[in-house]
């Protein structure tokens, strides 16, 4: 499956994001993640639940049952199930077989996220995406942290993956969102590390942008504008930018002044589709609420440009896309890495 040939397109070791915390509730949520069928919800006490999503009786979706107390009923016979997944009642036996049970799944709720764990044996913490250098960590003190409207894309995870790794696009499929912003296509540094992998443009002591100046406008006449993609897994990708400094007489970089953060978490639902979730964050102007509401709807706009961009590709590119022939340039360099990174997790899961 392109570009990743292996027959799973995506790894499993890995937490991804099942939700914004906000979405996990007394009221059940069906989604599919990694293909699976889930379902979620909250116990009394507020802990998140995550369960297979089909009754083992007759496959009934259990997002047509209800809760009761901290069990699910399911609405088509009356079986019970523990937050564990055990069947725990049904109403025409007093036999329960110990295999009448689904599977339950681990979940750790972090910043405005609930991440689940779906991998092989027990979760690995320390896989776990540690974003507090943008306020995404236990302590989002000196952030201002916005949740933006989820979507769900009608193409596979990777392509979005490729296009977060990729920012020259900014120039062409945001022309007219973001505006000219030259430093899409200056000459980006790859950095990997570990698993992180860091794709950085700089703009060094240029004339102050319109839009830092709206955004930032004690920036001054000369700044230091980075921007940068941040690569902490596969589920969670940082597009930081503007990041700016302010420029010393002499040209060099001076004081930080601020940071916008475009967090991208993209968590498959299925071979062929992917729930888009985002985050703002940014370190200045933590109360103005009329500039996250612009920044908001900007930010919407945007992610439909990559989606109408991305479903557009997921259309043909199995019939006719070939990633051992396609052409690359040095801005693919970060996406390659990845994609080979990639490749190589899946290999061994499925070795
Ligand atoms: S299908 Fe769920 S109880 Fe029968
Ligand atoms: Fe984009």
Redesign the pocket.
């Known amino acids: 499956m392109y570009p990743i040939d292996e027959a799973a397109p995506y790894p499993r070791n890995q937490w991804y994001v099942a939700g914004t915390g906000q979405e996990f509730t007394r009221d059940i949520l069906a989604r599919r993640i990694l293909d699976h069928p889930l379902v979620f919800y909250r116990t009394q006490e507020g802990e998140p639940v995550a369960l297979w999503g089909l009754?083992?009786?007759?496959?009934?979706p259990f997002e047509l049952?209800q809760l009761r107390d901290d069990e699910l009923v399911?609405?088509?016979?009356?079986?019970a199930f523990s937050r564990e997944g055990a069947c725990v009642s049904i109403p025409t036996s007093s036999q329960i077989s110990p295999a009448c049970r689904v599977k339950s799944y681990a979940l750790v709720e972090r910043g405005p996220w609930v991440w689940i764990w779906m991998g092989d044996g027990e979760p690995d913490h320390a896989l776990l995406p540690d974003a507090s250098d943008i306020g995404l960590g236990a302590d989002p003190s000196g952030w201002r942290i916005d949740i933006t409207e989820p979507f769900v894309m009608q193409a596979r995870a990777q392509l979005l993956i490729d296009n977060l790794l990729d920012l020259s696009h900014l120039a062409f499929v945001h022309n007219k969102t973001v505006g000219p912003a030259p430093i899409a296509l200056a000459q980006a540094e790859t950095v990997r590390e570990g698993s992180r992998l860091f794709v950085k443009r700089t703009m060094e002591d240029e004339p102050t942008t319109p839009f830092i100046s709206y955004l930032m406008p004690d920036a001054g006449d000369r700044v230091w504008n980075e921007l940068i993609t941040d690569f902490y897994s596969p589920g969670l990708i940082n597009a930081g930018g503007p990041w700016v400094w302010k420029s010393r007489p002499d040209g060099s970089r001076g004081e930080a002044v601020a940071k916008l953060n475009f967090v991208h978490v993209v968590t498959p639902e299925g071979p062929n589709s992917t729930h888009y979730f985002g985050v703002l964050t940014r370190n200045f102007r933590l109360d103005d609420d009329e500039l996250s509401l612009a920044m908001a709807a900007q930010n919407d706009a945007v992610r439909r440009e990559d989606i109408i961009a991305l479903e557009a590709i997921e259309k043909i590119v199995d019939r006719h896309g070939d990633a051992k022939r396609e052409i690359s340039v040095k801005a693919d360099e970060g996406a390659l890495m990845i994609r080979r990174w990639m490749r190589k997790l899946i290999a061994e899961e499925n070795a």
């Open positions: 009754c083992p009786h007759r496959s009934m049952g399911c609405g088509y016979h009356g079986f």
